[in-house]
């Protein structure tokens, strides 16, 4: 994938370590942390892999929860948690409560914007790429946005204005805001959905508090932005599964979309159902393709 510039800047990094001291080498450790972000205190869990060492650079995964579930619980629900003997660094960052004192979300654009708009998570997620990338040994090129439902719908947003950063991205069931941004750079999208989602329709929908667009449009639009060819190619169509791809002349910047027949919005119930999102996500991200649908 493609290098593209990176800028730093540094931010107070308060840490609060929830494993027992001293052990060394480091394993797996489970931190709940914060940041200042335009004078907000953001929080977030960081998950290091058990072979953490800083003589190597390791990939960075942002996970983004739905509206609603705090992130506290998402390294299980996206099965993540999982991800402690790869090699990689998971980031959990947690969006910000609504005043009902309930329900968090992302700031992911279009009418969202017009509810949230005190809220940059835009600029939150770029003060803590960062701070993660001063503090630890982290591959620059190697920087991962997955999102669940409105988590997937401000990835979308990020692999917009973060271009320049954000190396591929990956999605569940979330969708686009129609927002005019373009991107900067080409960014590599998988975008998987249950075809009987309920909440975020593939067809998209025209609600003025949470419009999104149709996701075969999505997925063209991003095509065209990555330099694709115009028509994807049909890897898998078949009781279970449809999955096409739009590739581009370097293999690089592909557009995959993999539609799940008959499965709905809920992550951990989709995985439940023989669809380990997990591991294809990270085959999409470590080998720029997904496994287990060619049957």
């Known amino acids: 994938m493609h290098t593209k510039n990176k800028s730093r800047t540094y931010f107070c990094f308060v840490k609060q370590w929830i494993l027992i001291l001293f052990v060394i080498p480091i394993i797996a450790e489970a931190q709940i942390d914060s940041i200042k972000s335009s004078d907000i205190q953001r929080t977030f869990n960081l998950q290091l892999p058990n072979n953490y060492n800083e003589q190597k650079s390791f990939p960075l995964i942002f996970v983004l929860h739905g509206y609603y579930h705090k992130n506290l619980g998402m390294p299980i629900y996206s099965g993540f948690d999982k991800f402690v003997n790869k090699d990689c660094?998971?980031?959990?960052?947690?969006?910000?409560?609504?005043?009902?004192?309930?329900?968090?979300?992302?700031?992911?654009?279009?009418?969202?914007?017009?509810?949230?708009?005190?809220?940059?998570?835009?600029?939150?997620?770029?003060?803590?790429?960062?701070?993660?990338?001063?503090?630890?040994?982290?591959?620059?090129?190697?920087?991962?946005?997955?999102?669940?439902?409105?988590?997937?719908?401000?990835?979308?947003?990020?692999?917009?204005?973060?271009?320049?950063?954000?190396?591929?991205?990956?999605?569940?069931?979330?969708s686009m805001m129609f927002d005019t941004i373009v991107p900067d750079f080409p960014v590599p999208i998988l975008h998987i959905h249950g075809t009987a989602d309920q909440a975020v329709l593939i067809n998209g929908s025209s609600d003025l508090s949470w419009p999104t667009m149709n996701i075969n449009s999505v997925l063209k639009q991003w095509a065209k932005w990555n330099d694709c060819l115009p028509e994807p190619d049909t890897i898998v169509n078949n009781d279970s599964v449809i999955y096409v791809k739009w590739s581009d002349k370097s293999g690089e910047n592909q557009v995959l979309g993999c539609f799940l027949i008959n499965q709905g919005h809920d992550w951990a119930i989709i995985s439940e159902n023989g669809w380990i999102i997990s591991e294809n996500i990270w085959n999409f991200f470590t080998l720029k393709e997904i496994k287990g649908y060619e049957n």
């Open 89 to 174: 660094i998971v980031v959990y960052p947690h969006g910000m409560m609504e005043e009902n004192g309930i329900n968090y979300f992302w700031n992911s654009g279009g009418g969202l914007s017009n509810n949230y708009g005190g809220i940059d998570d835009v600029k939150f997620i770029d003060n803590l790429i960062d701070t993660l990338t001063f503090d630890y040994s982290i591959d620059t090129d190697s920087i991962f946005i997955v999102g669940h439902s409105n988590g997937g719908m401000m990835s979308y947003r990020l692999a917009m204005e973060l271009s320049h950063r954000i190396t591929a991205m990956a999605n569940l069931a979330g």
